[in-house]
């Protein structure tokens, strides 16, 4: 299958693992491939399995949908989209809200970009450095970590400011508040230099792609006052954090929560359980601002919707979000104490069921993207699936299992995973595992 993957598909879909998987069938935290091998699942299907693998209200919801009928238009009334867009209209937090669904996250932040730089004619827009958005072409215009978007002719003019990662540089001894109103005072001073208006500010409430980090708690609520004196529009991509993900929100621009909702929401991966769902809740004023007739075909389509409303409601009849805070409160502590004694690992950090275990070379101050694949190799040969990212190479573990993750599992997956980093460092090479264990 790997050489046929090869022969017919482009070069730059890259692949985890030098056997790269075949995933046949899944079942709540686990999935299985053609090998017959079972893995438990720590990556969520990469964030899109939001409940739970095969989970049986999504299947029948969707078999029941595709029996009475597949097609995909918004000229028809569709009962599912228009339910769906009500509960998302509630739950998103923003007045007089008008949702409008895409087929994924990168089309949702077109669309978003699309609507600011309408409402405000403006096509210069902020986002933050170490940003991913998708890989179209304004996403990419928009995505500040250059390892994930190599062209970026965007028909955008952006400006990337600070806030999402201290890095090893200037910001690194700061406190958070010191942090906080240095980036304020870099926003200000970007903003000081730009000719004409800005349209928004795009930004993730926690870095995915980036590696799971996190701005200090209330960040954006500083920078709403700068913006909003400037009238620009605040886009919080959700794609990753959205849905109770991290545990203590809903949303992860609740994090900033005197900041309000942001002007526009986006969303896309778990609301599908794997179905392609993306969407955009915005302010009827801002929604409306478009002289259009419709800008998707596929975008709410009735099998989509009912996966999503069958799912929706699975996660919120059986808390999935507390689940998230509780089991994840727990993994984030079990792997701390698995990782005090690597001075391979720089930090375990995140919320809820989005961590991130951060890799460094000896010495801690360089990323270390091979040790990484090695863990991942590791720990796919024990049975279980992680992520990686991260602004410096690829040198963040990325753990972000379906959201009814169990206690049991957690443990378990945490002991692989102590096991894999042990092994990984063990095999490094021998000038990079000095001082590493
Ligand atoms: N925004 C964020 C924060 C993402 O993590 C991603 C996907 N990794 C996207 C947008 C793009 O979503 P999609 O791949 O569904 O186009």
Redesign the pocket.
Known sequence: MHARHQAVLPDWLALYYQRPIEITHGEGRHVWDAEGKRYLDFFGG??TTMTAHALPEVSRAVAEQASRIIHSSTLYLNRPMVELAERIARLSGIPDARVFFTT??????DTALLLASTHRRSNQVLAMRNS????SFS?VGVTGNRGWSPTSLSPLHTLYVHGAVRGRGPFAALSDAEFTAACVADLEDVLGQVHGGVAALIA?PI???GGFTSPPDGLYARFREVLDRHGILWIS?E??TGWGRTGEHFWGWQAHAAAGPPDIL?F??GIGNGM?I?GVVARAEIMNCLDANSISTFGGSPVTMAAGLANLTHLLENDLQGNARRVGGLLIERLRAATAGLDAVREVRGRGLMIGVELVRPGGERAAPELASAVLEAAREDGLLIGKGGGHDTSVLRIAPPLSLTVAEAEEGAAILEAALTKAVAGARPDERRNAL
């Open positions: 990469i964030l994924s996250g990168t089309e949702a932040n991913y958005h998708g890989r996403a993730e870095q995915g792609v991509d794609v990753q986006t896309a991966k392609s993306g």
